[in-house]
């Protein structure tokens, strides 16, 4: 089965503070309205979350050009994206 296409939401990381323990569902679609995370917006697109368990409290940068290489984390793809992308 083929899936959606997956969507740019922004153009920059957003910085999130993370507890050891807790779990995240980091939105790989591109279309929850609370991004970085998910909302339950991929649903019928065939594209899941990226579910992830914080390993230590900190400080992330989380993804939302959904082009990074190292999901969720930020790899400054989106310095190199153009405006189409």
């Known amino acids: 089965m083929s899936h959606s296409l997956v969507r ?24 929850s309205a609370s991004q970085p995370f998910c909302d339950g917006s991929h649903v019928g697109t065939g594209l899941d979350p990226l579910v992830f368990e914080a390993e230590k409290d900190d400080e992330i940068y989380l993804c939302t050009c959904k082009h990074t290489r190292t999901p969720p984390i930020c ?11």
């Not at 790899?75 to 992308?85: A, G, P, V």
């Open 8 to 31: 740019r939401a922004g153009n920059a990381p957003v910085k999130v503070e993370v507890k050891e323990g807790e779990i995240y569902a980091w939105c790989a679609c591109g279309r």
């Open 75 to 85: 790899d400054n793809s989106h310095c190199r994206l153009d405006d189409k992308t």
